[in-house]
């Protein structure tokens, strides 16, 4: 039995109440089916700036209607402080997973990335604290780690930041801290590292790299590479994210309070082996579902402002403080991706 299934036979022996932010999105999706398959109750808010509908309609019909039941949604806006408060009402534990992601748009707009990443966060973690809520883990991301050399990348020591993006997250994780010091509350945020896998959005101009290129191949349309390929990444699956949320919504151990925690494997791999990865892997699926195959070469375009060239994480502290045990590496998580993109995007 791995971690994850673990923490799905002790979720069914005591249902709790979460609160999932941005529940309409990719990651909020994710933790609200398994929550909901394992006899949690969740409320969901969100107010579909990057999240969709549909992504709620699967979960439900995933989930099944018995298990559907135990889901509220509040359609809101985390930037609005009395949205927050009515969330907050008979809630345990808070999973806050809404915001404006991406570097790019930070850059093009960080006023309307800083509404919703520092104003709503700010928002979030006050009616939390008014409402007595202990427990609120929180999205933070690698880039805090901006212009730092060291590889792995290691809690304790970050670079300077390049975007406005990563300032955002790091202003996160210094109110994480000091709400932790001042008030007592479980604050645990999660560095997440290139999450990907089911339910991740392939269009727009910010969509992320995988489903982005996976979307491309799939239709026949230009992919391109920023850089000369060799930036690497540590590229996480979204199972792995799910556990170490689950994790930090529920660990009893008083060292991961007021902390950020690296969510990867300790993986890495350059975008020309990524591209690779996937083009192969959407070949074997191809051939198995007698479709054609593709054989079509990247782009090359200028670095992208504002882009850690390299990224690698130390996930020793989520390991040893709550127990992380990642289940799948690039190559499981690419796999079972890659199936349901072809099912869904293809």
Avoid at 165 to 185: D, H, I, W
Wanted: with cysteine.
């Amino acid at each position: 039995m791995n971690k994850l299934e673990q923490l799905s036979e002790e979720l069914k022996k005591d249902q709790k109440t979460w609160l999932v932010t941005g529940n309409a999105g990719f990651i909020g999706s994710n933790l609200t089916e398994f929550l909901l398959s394992n006899g949690q109750k969740v409320v969901g808010l969100d107010n579909f700036s990057t999240g969709y509908q549909h992504n709620i309609d699967d979960v439900l019909s995933q989930v099944g209607e018995e298990s559907a039941k135990n889901f509220t949604f509040i359609e809101g806006d985390i930037a609005d402080i009395e949205t927050c408060q009515k969330a907050c009402e008979g809630v345990d534990i808070i999973l806050h997973q809404a915001a404006l992601g991406s570097v790019p748009r930070s850059i093009d707009d960080p006023i309307t990335s800083n509404r919703s990443n520092v104003t709503g966060f700010l928002n979030m973690i006050t009616a939390a604290k008014d409402a007595g809520i202990k427990r609120f883990v929180y999205a933070s991301s690698s880039s805090v780690y901006g212009d730092s050399k060291e590889l792995p990348k290691v809690e304790g020591r970050t670079g300077n930041v390049l975007s406005p993006y990563a300032a955002m997250k790091a202003t996160n994780e210094l109110y994480g801290s000091v709400f932790q010091k001042v008030y007592g509350m479980e604050t645990l945020g999660l560095r997440y590292f290139n999450v990907f896998g089911r339910r991740q959005d392939p269009n727009g101009a910010y969509a992320a790299v995988i489903p982005k290129w996976v979307g491309s191949l799939l239709t026949g349309e230009d992919v391109f590479i920023n850089g000369d390929g060799e930036t690497s990444r540590d590229f996480t699956y979204i199972d792995n994210v799910i556990q170490m949320n689950l994790l930090a919504g529920t660990t009893d151990n008083p060292e991961a309070f007021g902390e950020a925690f690296n969510v990867a494997v300790g993986g890495r791999n350059t975008l020309n082996e990524l591209y690779n990865l996937i083009q192969d892997q959407l070949n074997k699926s191809a051939i198995k579902h007698g479709l054609s195959t593709i054989d079509q070469s990247p782009i090359y375009r200028d670095f992208r402002p504002g882009d850690i060239r390299h990224s690698n994480a130390d996930i020793t502290k989520a390991k040893t403080i709550v127990g992380y045990q990642p289940t799948h590496d690039i190559y499981q998580g690419m796999e079972e991706a890659i199936e349901w993109y072809i099912e869904n995007i293809g």
